[in-house]
């Protein structure tokens, strides 16, 4: 029985996802429930950072375009497979967050906010440069995905593959935070110095969780360029990284589940958005802004609260 | 010589705007410990209701006036209905609100004045000064003579009047400065007000230079950010210091090294800065208690 609990979320999770596909009319619905996975995959990794380590980035949308245009770059100009260039991409990523990591999280609140947004600039301005490469301004086009002479095309196809990929995120972020880890970043949350007290490497933690987000983002950067089949510098400018943290807080800080909802809300929004012609980005502020002063917790933990219930890994 | 003159020129012309904003940054910062993301759509509303007051017809003096009011009643509205009502939330919560408010900022221009580019003739004609054989725009003899007017009146109102004191003692402990009667929701409208206002004026004097856009916030408003965290967050001189450096190092290294990576240099430098300064050149040392 408490198997069955324990896994409950993760199995309503699975059956949503199996069942989608027979209501879902045609491509262009496929398609937004492609993007929804993609980003709540993303959400998930950025949420491990924002809501439960207490730590921002304004800057992940540049991981997201390292890894967008390594899957770009690597197989068009040197001939590298497309999964070797991910995983060199996820590499680099990685490697980038390693070494700003440590200066960086001796830093605090908003000093944190600026060095990340900077950090995040830079590389959007690299991408938009360095032509010779990345197709500047205009971008360019990405090779398929091919594993072992299959080849994965078509928005079906693709949509087993996130729907897979996003059940393991889901699986993987619920097991990390009941982790000791997970504790751990739990209690640097609560208070760096009492974290500290107990022990806790603070960080040594803050670099790991900075480091695991930007290695998932930069992922999944690789998977949006491949299944899109072209990138434009977009993908790693400073909206990008503001609509990622939107997602996470809108969604519910440290609340898993809250990454699903702010994910899938977030990326239908703008579909929806789209009758209301030229209006889109008022409406889209001014929603954000009504969110956030009704509910500054975000939608999955008032909703809890009122209803009584109190998530699991709520802190 | 003469093209380092040149670049120190126009180096200082933009880092007055940069510190205008600073300085609007700190304000707000100071008050409320909020960083107002809006903060670069207050620049651009500056030089876009002037360029619209202008074509309108309506005489300089009176355009440049209603370019910085209208922006300050925008801070004061922005205080109200968005930050006051959320005053206990998260860094994070508070820091998505006003960019949410630059959004629809920037969608009401863009949807009223177009996505095209604007400008409208210098203040006192554009026929340069040539001073060691680099050229000075009379309109950037503005721009650094109304900052200079404008950081005096600031230093003036904080240190001199009882406003600005009300203002310095909310921000040092905000329950404190209630408990001897000032009225610290309206040293936040006030705050607000004040910022909103510095912002447009650094836009209004910048468009003939520059040119002006419904999209131009964004950016100008970040290097603004990073004046303000250059010069230590929270601190005058600082964000004026700040905004004057960034200004200058961005125009030399365009200059000397790449302009195509002119945008990323002011983030090169604040990540430097916060790696070996982390609270900036005159951020205040402080221990923090447990």
């Known amino acids: 029985m408490s198997m069955l609990r324990r896994h409950a979320p993760l199995l309503v999770l699975a059956v949503v996802l199996l069942l989608l596909p027979l209501v879902l009319p045609n491509n262009y619905y496929y398609d937004i429930a492609i993007r929804m996975a993609i980003n709540a995959i993303i959400v998930l990794g950025l949420n491990l950072l924002i809501g439960f380590a207490g730590q921002i980035s304004l800057g992940h949308a ?16 040197f001939g590298w497979h497309p999964i070797v260039a991910m995983v060199a991409g996820a590499a680099i990523a990685s490697a980038i967050a390693a070494i700003v990591a440590r200066p ?87 208070s760096e110095v009492a974290a500290q007290v107990m022990g806790v490497d603070i960080v040594r933690y803050k670099v790991a969780i900075f480091v695991l987000s930007a290695f998932f983002a930069s992922l999944m950067g690789s998977i949006t360029a491949h299944y899109i089949g072209f990138v434009t510098p977009n993908i790693a400018d400073f909206f990008h990284s503001i609509e990622l943290v939107t997602m996470v807080v809108i969604g519910g800080m440290a609340s898993i589940y809250g990454s699903l909802i702010g994910a899938v809300l977030l990326t239908a929004l703008p579909q929806a958005l789209s009758t209301f012609e030229g209006w889109e980005t008022v409406v889209f502020g001014t929603i954000l802004m009504f969110c956030m002063i009704f509910m500054p917790k975000g939608l999955v933990p008032t909703l809890a609260a009122r209803f009584g219930h109190k998530e699991r890994g709520d802190s | 010589m003469s093209q380092f003159l040149q670049f120190l020129f126009s180096g200082i012309t933009v880092g007055a705007t940069y510190a205008l904003a600073a300085l609007g940054f700190t304000l707000i910062y100071n008050a409320s410990n909020v960083i107002n993301f809006a903060q670069g759509e207050f620049i651009m509303l500056g030089g876009m209701l002037a360029f619209f007051f202008m074509q309108s017809g309506v005489p300089l003096p009176l355009a440049i006036l209603l370019a910085i009011a209208i922006p300050a009643v925008v801070g004061m509205l922005l205080e109200k209905l968005a930050i006051e009502p959320a005053r206990d939330a998260d860094v994070v919560t508070l820091i998505i609100i006003t960019i949410g408010a630059s959004l629809v900022i920037r969608g009401l221009i863009q949807i009223w004045l177009g996505k095209g580019a604007h400008t409208y003739p210098a203040f006192s ?58 009225n610290t929701q309206w040293v936040l409208l006030i705050s607000f007000a004040l910022s909103a206002a510095l912002g447009a004026i650094g836009g209004v004097l910048l468009t003939p230079i520059t040119l002006t856009s419904y999209d131009v916030g964004i950016m100008l408003g970040l290097k603004g950010f990073v004046a303000a965290v250059v010069g230590g967050l929270g601190s005058g001189l600082g964000a004026v210091v700040g905004g004057l450096l960034v200004g200058i190092i961005e125009a030399m290294a365009a200059g000397y090294i790449s302009s195509a990576y002119k945008d990323a240099i002011p983030f090169v430098l604040i990540l430097f800065i916060l790696f070996f300064m982390p609270r900036g050149i005159f951020g205040a040392k402080i221990t923090e208690r447990v």
């Open chain 1, 62 to 77: 540049g991981f997201i375009g390292i890894g967008a245009y390594a899957s770009a770059i690597l197989p068009t100009h």
């Open chain 2, 125 to 182: 004609g554009s026929e340069p000064f040539l001073i060691g054989g680099a050229t000075l725009l009379p309109q950037s003899l503005w721009v650094l003579g109304i900052t200079a007017l404008v950081v005096v009146a600031l230093w003036y109102f904080f240190s001199r009047t009882l406003a600005g004191k009300a203002i310095l003692a909310t921000s040092c402990n905000p329950l404190a400065a209630q408990l001897v009667g000032i």
């Open chain 1, 104 to 190: 960086i999280f001796r830093l605090k609140g908003h000093y944190l906010a600026m060095a990340t947004l900077g950090l995040g600039i830079i590389i959007a301005i690299v991408i938009k440069n360095e032509a010779a490469y990345t197709g500047g301004p205009d971008g360019m086009p990405v090779p398929a995905l091919g594993l072992m002479g299959f080849e994965i095309s078509g928005e079906k196809q693709w949509y087993w593959v996130l729907a897979v990929t996003l059940l393991f995120s889901f699986w993987a972020s619920k097991n990390l935070i009941d982790s000791p880890f997970g504790r751990a970043l739990r209690a640097l949350h609560g």
